[in-house]
Every structure is written in C-alpha cells, then in structure tokens.
C-alpha cells in the first residue's frame, strides 16, 4: 500500500505513482489534503503544512484509517 497525501512538500504524487508502477501488487491511495505527515491541512499555505509537523493533538487524515483496513482486508 502506496498512501500518498496531495498536499506533501516533501513527496511528490508523482513520485507515489512511480512507486506504485515499480511493483505489481502494490495499491495507490491518494489522500486529497493530507501532507507528509498525513495530517489534513485545509489551505495551500506552506506555513500551515509546516505547522502539521509539530502539532501532536491534530488527528490523522481523513480516510487513511479506512485505506489501511482496506488494504489488510484484501
């Protein structure tokens, strides 16, 4: 499982896709506002997806606990 969030600094969705090609079994999953540490962040300012980094009580992503159990259920 390749879960990749839209709004990363660090990674690139394409680079998740180029991960996801190199293996055959392997499954994409686009999280539209989530940044690298795949928390959701809700603007496009660099500065609010910095402050991701740092913010321990910010829950996870939208959608990545149910992509997880997805996945594992497959």
């Known amino acids: 499982l390749v879960v ?4 990363d600094l660090q990674v690139s969705v394409d680079d998740a896709r180029a991960l996801t090609a190199a293996n055959s079994s392997a499954q994409l999953r686009l999280l539209p506002d989530a940044t690298h540490t795949l928390k959701d ?3 496009d300012d660099p500065a609010d997806n910095l402050a991701t980094y740092s913010d321990p009580d910010l829950p996870l992503s939208k959608g990545l606990a149910e992509a997880i159990a997805a996945f594992m259920a497959d």
Do not use: A, D, P, R
């Not at 990749?4 to 709004?7: F, R």
């Open 41 to 43: 962040v809700t603007t």
């Open 4 to 7: 990749q969030g839209e709004k």
